[in-house]
């Protein structure tokens, strides 16, 4: 029986949030005076979108600086990546949340991949820097599907597993697996630490839900091993 465990990666595998929020801050301080974006200000852009390009020109458009998009993503992408695009930025910063050997041990039974919605090369070099890219089969990024549903038909068209296992931090991309016939599903707790969260997860429809990623690998490992 092929079972494929496809994975999110922000907030599941990596840490991304104080990264982000650090680029979010200091762009906006660049384009407006010094002033860096406040706690208010990235709580209520968190709540308009997921996209921190778009809170980062948000913030800015709220403050009626008048800039365009592309611009602001130029420069957010300067701290994440450094000026040159050579993974010199803030994404060195990034904590790695996974047991790379509890990962090797999935991946000896398992087909591995991950459908994130960051851009494919930055979740490669996250996995190369923390030594986990050749657990994985493939990885689908922001620009190889759209959204959760369609990287879940893609990598099962493509690998045809018989048991699909898909968990994630999110509300909305558990909605959007749901969608995707026999695919089981899992909530992650995210690393922030957010009240009330499993609940969003469950109501979302994760079956299970885990305070880590490692806490999911374990059960994956133990369920499989109960049911030969
Ligand atoms: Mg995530």
Partial sequence: ???????????????????YQRCIIETVAFFDKGMPASIKELEV???????????THKILQQRGIKIDFLTVKEKFQDLYLGKNRDF???????PWLADNKLLAQLAEKYLLVIIS?????EVEYTLKRNGALHHFSLILGMSDCEGKKDGLEKVMAQFKPQNVFFCDDRPLPIRQAKAVNHVRLYGILPPQNINEWAAVLQEAGAEQIFRNVNDYCRFVLDCKRNHR
């Fill in 45 to 55: 852009s968190m709540k308009q979108s997921n996209d921190d390009w778009e809170r």
């Fill in 117 to 121: 919605g960051a851009p494919r090369e």
């Fill in 1 to 19: 029986m092929k079972t494929l465990l496809a994975f999110d990666s922000d907030g599941v595998l990596r840490d991304e949030s104080v990264s």
């Fill in 88 to 94: 010199s930025g803030y994404i060195n910063d990034e």
